[in-house]
């Protein structure tokens, strides 16, 4: 049985992520990985942590109506989101990974960087980007 991977953050590139990730996993007859990560530090508080519990419990319950066989990781590691989606498809010998995509603007490129850029370029399997609505 294959692996498909998953980026989720709860917002609309996580969902869109998200589905499409269901729908490759059931095409494909693979289990689902879905990584959340979280940079931590000081401002990774209990409130944060209880809301990220609140917001992956939803996702199981996706999860759990689509059928498909899943892992759920929450990483709070200090790394990039990047640096754990890479690791984790190449841990589980992933062979698709989903990331949901938003619009930024040039100069917020500038500002931030860019996980998806990252991963599009470092990742060692086939990704699969997926703008939100």
């Known amino acids: 049985m294959g692996?498909?991977?998953?980026g989720y953050v709860p917002k609309p590139e996580g969902e869109a992520a998200l589905a499409t990730a269901i729908s490759?996993?059931?095409l494909r007859g693979s289990k689902l990985v879905v990584v959340n990560s979280h940079r931590g530090g000081n401002d990774f508080d209990q409130n944060k942590a209880r809301a990220a519990e609140?917001?992956?419990e939803a996702v199981r319950t996706t999860l759990d109506a689509s059928g498909v066989e899943y892992d759920i990781r929450q990483l709070v590691r200090g790394f990039e989101?990047?640096?754990?989606?890479?690791?984790?498809?190449?841990?589980?010998?992933?062979?698709?990974?989903?990331?949901?995509?938003?619009?930024?603007?040039?100069?917020?490129?500038?500002?931030?960087g860019s996980n998806a850029q990252r991963i599009l370029l470092?990742?060692?399997?086939?990704?699969?980007?997926?703008k939100a609505d």
Do not use: Q
């Open 3 to 6: 692996t498909v991977v998953v």
């Open 24 to 26: 490759e996993a059931k």
């Open 54 to 56: 609140d917001d992956m």
């Open 81 to 112: 989101p990047a640096e754990d989606l890479i690791s984790l498809a190449e841990a589980n010998s992933a062979e698709l990974l989903v990331i949901g995509l938003r619009r930024r603007s040039p100069v917020g490129k500038l500002i931030l």
């Open 122 to 130: 470092d990742a060692h399997c086939p990704v699969l980007a997926v």
